[in-house]
Structure formats: structure tokens, C-alpha cells
């Protein structure tokens, strides 16, 4: 039986571990890492992990300060606006196949079971896709760790804005991130150091739900004038290229006249291109 089914039928671990017990799992904020573009902080999580430096003191970061004290207040915020509750706070869990796998969450939904991940992010450099890019790799790990099928990103900012995302499980980028923990795994191991693996993070679906004001942008204002300008055209031009390959015989390879050359491809496919004319009226 392969991991994927194994994933299927075994319920994670629910597990209780003391701090100094990060050095013996891979979570979804070294998934982050590993998934990264940034060879020194793998280095150094690498280092934390084979017990030969201790972990970064975060204490005195701002960003990530604000991120803890607000994730009640995100937790309740999501709560209150949609209704659902989150449980399992803070519970670490572990893949019951992989033991050296281990999230823990923020939350879990209920009743749906989609992970809940709580963040803080500053206004001037917010957007959904960058927030969905920059913690797709903590999430899949998430989901892959509690076989979930989705996971909830409820951000808020610093400008006093709160979103709430849904991002869903995608098979081939955690079976990338599955292969590339298990070769960072295996450097811990093996004293072997890493190597950064590069993956491509998918393009998460975002619910379109935004009405957006574009009579400030000088492009969306040219565009739009060339869009009205040329509809007309582009609609008889449209009707005028469904009236051509109508007339042109099913046995007929090619077709052209007044200009214009009609090609067939072997899949039955009709392309146009023009011609000189006075090449087109010369005598054959």
C-alpha cells in the first residue's frame, strides 16, 4: 500500500511535545524554508535540526510578535464573521505514516475539518496572491500532515483589513514538497547539507468577490478606448471568417482568392493569411 493510500485510511496522531522536541519533526513553518528560495536560513534550520545551533530568537521581531498576540483575535474574528468554530488550538498532530512530520495548528474547522491558519500581515505589501504564494508550503504540509482537503488563510492587516482565503489541497505540489522534506530529512540524518529544491508554489483559486474602480488608470482607460473603437470590426471580422470556411469544399486543401489564402491542417483546422494582391491576381 503507497503513502497516498496510507494517508487515506490513517488518522493522524494527535501529540503533545515540549519545545525542544521541533529538532525531531519537520513542521509547516520549515516546510516554508525548505520549500524556499533562501540557502542560508535552510542552512541554519538544518543546523537547528541536527542540534548544532540553537533557534533564531525571535523575540525582538515586530512582525512576528504582532502575528502571535493577534491570532486570538483572528481566531474569534473568523468565528464571529462566518459562523464556524475552529477547535483543536495549538494541538500538534503527526502523519501517522511519515513520524518525522508534524504541524501544529492554529486550528482545525468544524465541521468541514480545513485547517485554520491565522496570520498578521502589513497593509503596503499585501495582496491575496502574494499571501497565498508566500504560505502555500506551510499549508499543503498542513493538510498533507491532517489529510484535509483544504485550508483556511484568515489574514488580517496592519490597515485594519480582514481576509479570509481558501486554498486546496493540490496533489502535485505536495508531492513535491513530500519529496523535497524527505531529501532535507535525510541531510539531517546523514550531516549531508542541503540543497535548495526551487519548486514553483501552484497559483491558488481565489474567489473573485472585489469590485474594483479602474477610472483612475490612464492603461485601463487606453485600452478601453481601443476596445470600443474596434468591437464593431472585430465582431464582422469574426462573421466574415465563420462565412469563409463555409464556402470552402470539404475535399479542399487550400482555398484563395481576392487576397486572402485559406489553409486546412490534417485535423480538419481552417487558417487564414493574406496575401499581396497583385500575387494573388497573378496568372497561374
Given at each position: ?47 537547528e ?18 502575528g502571535?498576540?493577534?491570532?486570538d ?20 498532530m503527526?502523519?501517522?505514516v ?17 485547517v ?17 504564494e ?17 485550508a ?32 532535507f ?78 489553409k ?7 487558417s ?13
Open positions: 500500500m503507497d503513502s497516498v493510500q496510507q494517508r487515506s485510511l490513517t488518522p493522524p496522531h494527535l501529540l503533545q511535545f515540549n519545545p525542544e522536541d521541533r529538532r525531531s519533526f519537520i513542521g509547516g513553518s520549515d516546510a516554508r524554508i525548505i520549500m524556499g528560495a533562501d540557502e542560508a536560513v535552510l542552512l541554519r534550520l538544518w543546523r535540526k541536527r542540534g548544532e545551533a540553537e533557534p533564531e530568537d525571535l523575540s525582538d521581531n515586530l512582525i512576528v510578535q504582532l502571535s498576540v493577534t491570532e483575535l483572528n481566531r474569534r474574528w473568523y468565528e464571529h464573521q462566518t459562523g464556524y468554530t475552529v477547535k483543536h488550538v495549538q494541538r500538534r503527526q502523519h501517522p511519515n513520524k518525522w512530520m508534524a504541524a501544529t495548528l492554529d486550528g482545525l474547522i468544524e465541521p468541514s475539518g480545513a485554520f491558519e491565522a496570520k498578521f500581515m502589513l497593509p503596503w505589501s499585501f495582496s491575496e496572491e502574494a499571501a497565498a508566500k504560505h502555500m508550503a506551510q499549508l499543503q504540509h498542513n493538510m498533507w500532515v491532517t489529510n484535509s482537503r483544504a483556511v488563510l484568515s489574514i488580517i492587516t496592519g490597515g485594519g483589513k480582514w481576509v479570509e482565503m481558501t486554498i486546496h489541497a493540490d496533489p502535485l505540489y505536495q508531492h513535491l514538497l513530500l519529496t523535497a522534506e524527505r531529501k530529512w535525510r541531510c539531517v540524518m546523514t550531516a549531508e547539507p542541503p540543497c535548495l529544491f526551487t519548486v514553483e508554489p501552484p497559483r491558488p483559486r481565489l474567489e473573485a468577490i472585489r469590485v474594483v474602480d479602474m477610472n483612475e488608470s490612464n492603461s485601463w482607460a487606453e485600452f478601453a478606448s481601443i476596445f470600443r473603437r474596434t468591437r464593431g470590426a472585430h465582431q464582422e471580422h469574426e462573421e466574415a471568417k465563420a462565412g469563409l470556411k463555409k464556402l470552402i469544399p470539404e475535399d479542399a486543401k487550400e482555398a484563395l482568392g481576392h487576397g486572402l489564402r485559406a486546412r491542417s490534417k485535423n480538419g483546422a481552417i487564414f493569411e493574406l496575401q499581396d494582391l497583385e500575387v494573388a491576381n497573378a496568372p497561374l
